[in-house]
């Protein structure tokens, strides 16, 4: 599952990306360094060459460019937007740069005018702007053609005595000479920008650099990064991204889970913060998001503190993580299939249940895999002879249906498991929602105070009862 864009990923880490580097915007900016240069050094060869056969009479920046050549030349031809883009116009004599289209004015934010052309021709020039005779501004003119932003900016731009020639520069370095980096970032920000005035929650750049800035492990900083992107595993994540799953917390089911209430909210959560009197005092205040409570962490308490609560923050995901491991090491109550079907759903009753723990596998599947091998052997023990077995593993039921080979790292498993079962009188596997299933849940968490396992079969604890009239209501 992908969550978070590849767009996002190649953010700079102040604007809430990874920093990776997006390979075709590189390439765009290395062609734009090539446009440069036929723009600047009009003494090489190079531009001598290009300029003969497609521009003769005038710049690459031109609209009557001719666009037919080569592949290397269509490529060049397309990085001019960049240029275009970032680069501002020194204003000497006004000759060449267009009052409307052009960006020649610093300042602004896009660099060019917006204010309406009335009367003047789509093509004028800044050259109608400037007294040729004292080569300064038209005062007068350019507040009356302007809003008061762009006509004070205007009129701040220093002339020159004399009618230089008007130039390129690239404002986004010390040198104001074109540079590969400072191009690429050119184009990741304006992204960012655009998003940003499309977006009413991204986020100031502060809260970034206070997660980098943190000195604790990198995976930590990372685990930050994912909660404030809403990027975790949450149930409401899931939900969202449409996994069938419920959406509120399997723990307290007060809730929806997401990063905020998994960290922060729930019960087991407040309980471990309270143990810490430096955080009390943010107990009772109320936050929209995981974000909203790092903001306020990162604002309101010291080194020390920001340091505990992001590696406690870590703890809680990981005590999560286990959790939901643990889900797998349990093994639910077996009942005889025709004895369900012959009274009718929540009218059974309980034969036996097993607790068991595994060792941790590479992957969790595994486990579930190995839970429905006991869960057979289980059922063979009792003498049981009609038994519908249900798990909310899709991977294993599918397997365990299955007739044809499994080639999985957990197939041998699935092959002993098939063996075993053909020595009941009939059988199913059946797949059912983790919500019905909540027994399992019960089971697991007894499983932690347990050694290696535990079989109830005439009384049963009441939390599993009560667990299992729920499970067969469904």
């Not at 036929?38 to 666009?67: E, T």
């Not at 909660?227 to 799953?245: D, E, F, G, M, V």
Request: net charge positive; hydrophobic share 40%.
């Amino acid at each position: 599952m992908h969550w978070v864009s590849w767009d996002k990923m190649c953010l700079a880490k102040r604007h809430g990306g990874m920093g990776f580097r997006d390979m075709r915007k590189f390439n765009d900016s290395l062609l734009a360094k090539q446009v440069w240069r036929l723009i600047h050094n009009d003494q090489s060869l190079f531009c001598k060459v290009f300029k003969a056969r497609f521009f003769p009479h005038g710049s690459i920046l031109d609209d009557d460019v001719k666009i037919n050549g080569s592949y290397a030349w269509k490529s060049i031809i397309q990085a001019r937007s960049i240029i275009q883009k970032g680069a501002l116009w020194r204003i000497g004599s006004g000759n060449k740069a267009k009052i409307w289209g052009d960006n020649w004015v610093p300042g602004l934010t896009s660099g060019h005018i917006t204010s309406e052309r009335h009367y003047f021709p789509e093509n004028a020039k800044v050259a109608n702007l400037i007294d040729q005779v004292s080569n300064t501004w038209k005062r007068p003119l350019i507040q009356h053609l302007f809003n008061p932003i762009e006509a004070q900016k205007i009129l701040g731009l220093p002339l020159s005595n004399h009618a230089n020639p008007n130039k390129l520069y690239w404002p986004h370095t010390a040198s104001s000479t074109f540079s590969v980096r400072s191009a690429y970032h050119l184009q990741i920000c304006s992204e960012y920008l655009f998003d940003a005035q499309q977006s009413q929650t991204t986020m100031d750049s502060t809260i970034w650099r206070f997660i980098w800035g943190l000195n604790t492990p990198p995976k930590i900083r990372h685990f930050l990064w994912r909660a404030c992107t809403k990027s975790l595993p949450t149930r409401k994540n899931l939900y969202q991204r449409h996994i069938p799953i419920d959406p509120l917390c399997s723990e307290c089911s007060q809730s929806e889970e997401d990063a905020l209430h998994a960290l922060w909210g729930c019960q087991v959560a407040v309980n471990l913060w309270a143990k810490n009197t430096s955080f009390q005092s943010l107990q009772g205040s109320s936050f929209t998001s995981f974000t909203d409570l790092l903001v306020r962490v990162s604002n309101t308490m010291d080194e020390k503190l920001h340091l505990i609560f992001a590696v406690q923050a870590w703890l809680l995901w990981i005590i999560y993580l286990i959790m939901l491991d643990l889900h797998a090491v349990q093994l639910t109550q077996l009942l005889p299939a025709g004895f369900l079907h012959k009274l009718g759903p929540g009218k059974g009753y309980a034969l036996a249940a097993l607790s068991q723990k595994f060792p941790i596998p590479h992957v969790p599947v595994v486990i579930e895999a190995m839970a429905a091998r006991v869960a057979v052997q289980l059922a063979l023990d009792l003498k049981l002879d009609r038994v519908s077995f249900e798990g909310d593993s899709t991977q294993v039921i599918t397997a365990l249906q299955s007739s044809e080979s499994n080639y999985s790292s957990y197939g041998h498993l699935v092959a002993e498991t098939q063996n075993k079962i053909l020595s009941l009188q009939s059988f199913t596997f059946e797949h059912v929602l983790r919500s019905a299933n909540s027994v399992a849940h019960v089971l697991a968490k007894k499983a932690i105070s347990i050694e290696s396992s535990y079989l109830w079969l005439s009384s049963m604890p009441h939390d599993v009862i009560s667990c299992l009239q729920a499970d067969l209501a469904h």
